[in-house]
């Protein structure tokens, strides 16, 4: 399995054309490229706090970020430029909503008016993300997503945004990898802000019972987003609304019954967990088994139907790396564990594996139905080595061999039958990454983070290309 090289885009052999409607995009996130965190009446959000008052970004912080919040309209000519037809981004609930509910701030809906119909009116279909992990920090300290509320609280801002951006805006993501976010990061940020969770060492070693305590949380979202289903089709809109889940393919490490049986837990507690209920209404019964043993999920009588009831019109598909997954008895998450990134140039996030996109679309596809699906990201870093600004250029051979191989699986995979219908890069920007702060760069776009500088790197140029051809 890990013999895999990643495939040189100079090397393929024969054209790739993808199908006409097939939509090219890039993706960002309010909290990594706004900046303004004090602006025109915006509320504090938990990153607002993770990083000026608990230092957890190794001293970054998103207060600037990329200043997109003044320099949007630039920022939109660049991927008019590159061709770019559709745009994720995600709203800064705090923007809209200062206090998380109640009173509303028109100027946060002003901002994102105005980026929406510059977007628009440079040929540019915006998608909107509602929650990329900022939540208000007035609702952290209301028990955040644990408390059962904020389900109606996600509902009322998801209607308050349905409302101001609907009648323009026809594709909307209710929630960026609950996965990532509540289980993975969650972990860490738990155990650094609350002295009785112990710090995990690594990602893959987070305890078990850590994972099934933040499964309530994870419940809450599922909730969340049925309810915010079931108000954007309550108010008649156009267009189609989805969420975006962060699948990490799993294979076993040695052709043993002891590691396939790992990568059926792993896969239930990375994929399953959040696929099942999201395309079928119900939660995987092996590791709800698992999860219930540990802790109370909190789920009431006729959870179940709201999200049956409410699914989503498309799957957001967040892809990275795959795990390659071993038994380990003493392995703190439910005696499973996954191997260390040896590929020889690591990138940030994970082992570079592009088959693994085709693997899980197609298995996704023959398991849950034939459903439409979207990439809504797929990307990488591997620091200096690939990214370095040098004589006004960046010679990113190493993204440009990974967004080209992946979107060569992509193409297979529709090929293959799958409904894919759009690829969009994380990221245009380099922005702040999270924890890392700006250590990690993903951008096609270089972002000299002093001067605010933007420099096209040569896999900006090169996608460009792809969009124009719509292939290569
Ligand atoms: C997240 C992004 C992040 C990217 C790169 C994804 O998991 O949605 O916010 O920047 O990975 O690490």
């Known amino acids: ?252 490490a040695n052709d043993t019954d002891a590691d396939r049986a790992a990568v059926h837990i792993i896969d239930g507690l990375h994929n399953r967990w959040f696929l099942d209920p999201v395309l079928t209404g119900e939660y995987p019964a092996d590791i709800l088994d698992l999860y219930s043993a540990k802790a109370d999920l909190g789920i009431l009588d006729g959870d179940m139907a709201l999200i049956a009831e409410h699914r989503a019109d498309f799957l957001g598909v967040n892809y990275y790396s795959p795990a390659f997954v071993t038994a380990d008895p003493a392995a703190p998450m439910f005696g499973v564990s996954t191997l260390p990134n040896t590929d020889e140039q690591p990138a940030f996030n994970g082992p570079v594996y592009p088959e693994g996109l085709y693997d899980l679309l197609t298995r996704i596809d023959a398991d849950y139905g034939h459903p439409t699906m979207y990439i809504t990201e797929n990307g990488a870093g591997f620091g200096p080595v690939d990214d370095t600004l040098s004589d006004g250029a960046v010679n990113d051979t190493l993204r440009q061999d990974y967004i080209t191989s992946h979107l060569e699986q992509a193409h297979r995979a529709i090929e293959d039958g799958v409904d894919l219908r759009g690829y969009f890069v994380w990221s245009c920007f380099d922005n702040f990454e999270w924890v890392f702060g700006y250590a990690n760069r993903f951008g096609l776009i270089h972002v000299d983070f002093d001067t605010q500088q933007r420099t096209w790197k040569d896999s900006a140029f090169m996608y460009q290309r792809y969009i124009r051809d719509n292939g290569f």
């Open 1 to 252: 399995m890990k013999s895999h090289m990643p495939a040189d885009p100079r090397r393929s052999s024969g054209r790739i054309t993808f199908p006409d409607a097939f939509l090219w995009g890039t993706a960002t996130a309010a909290y990594q490229i706004e900046g303004a965190y004090q602006e025109d009446g915006k509320g504090v959000s938990v990153w607002d706090t993770y990083c000026n008052d608990l230092g957890l970004a190794r001293g970054a912080s998103g207060n600037v970020a990329i200043d997109h919040y003044h320099r949007y309209p630039d920022d939109v000519a660049l991927l008019a430029a590159m061709g770019v037809q559709s745009y994720r981004f995600s709203i800064a609930w705090t923007r809209i909503l200062p206090d998380g509910t109640g009173a509303i701030n028109q100027a946060g809906i002003d901002f994102y008016n105005r980026l929406i119909n510059e977007l628009i009116g440079a040929g540019i279909e915006p998608v909107i993300t509602l929650y990329h992990w900022d939540l208000p920090q007035a609702l952290a300290d209301r028990g955040g997503w644990r408390n059962r509320a904020s389900v109606e609280w996600f509902a009322e801002y998801a209607a308050i945004a349905f409302n101001a951006f609907g009648d323009r805006v026809t594709k909307w993501i209710t929630f960026n990898e609950p996965y990532v976010n509540l289980m993975m990061l969650g972990a860490f940020i738990r155990a650094a802000t609350d002295p009785s969770v112990a710090m995990p060492v690594s990602p893959t070693d987070i305890a078990g019972e850590l994972m099934a305590d933040q499964a309530i949380e994870v419940h809450h979202w599922l909730l969340a987003h049925a309810r915010a289903v079931q108000t954007h089709r309550s108010l008649a809109l156009a267009g189609d609304i989805g969420i975006t889940l962060s699948i990490h393919p799993a294979y076993p």
